[in-house]
Nanobody, 124 residues
Framework: QVRPVESGGGSVQAGGSLRLSCTASGYTSHGNCMGWFRQTPGKKREGVALKYSGGGGTVYADSVKGRFTVSQDSTGNVLYLQMNSVKAEDTAMYYC?????????????????WGQGTQVTVSS
């Protein structure tokens, strides 16, 4: 059973930085896909960034390109999201998700494994 667990959320001022971590126990680094999504009350969950493991690339939402960086440790079981130059609109609950075959950033409904989320609050 894969169980992603997020950490690193908190409060930060606009323009500041924050790093989120996600540890997916029971996961292997071969041919997998892990990503970050976020959601605010009353809105749909939206994709933030994806990381294709095994030397694969990354995909970012337009709203975070150039500010956020997704990376993975050498085991492939820990996913990071470095958030720089954060804005008030980045305030959300951030979720880590994992799946064997990457469904894509626009298809959170196709990710099977989800963490409980970590809250990020950006104050202006």
């Amino acid at each position: 059973q894969v169980r992603p667990v997020e950490s690193g959320g908190g409060s930060v001022q606009a323009g500041g930085s924050l790093r989120l971590s996600c540890t997916a126990s029971g996961y292997t680094s071969h041919g997998n896909c892990m990503g970050w999504f976020r959601q605010t009350p009353g809105k749909k969950r939206e994709g933030v960034a994806l990381k294709y493991s095994g030397g694969g690339g990354t995909v970012y939402a337009d709203s975070v390109k150039g500010r956020f960086t997704v990376s993975q440790d050498s085991t492939g079981n820990v996913l990071y999201l470095q958030m720089n130059s954060v804005k008030a609109e980045d305030t959300a609950m951030y979720y880590c998700a994992a799946e064997r075959v990457c469904p894509g950033l626009s298809r959170p409904d196709r990710f099977l494994y989800w963490g409980q989320g970590t809250q990020v609050t950006v104050s202006s």
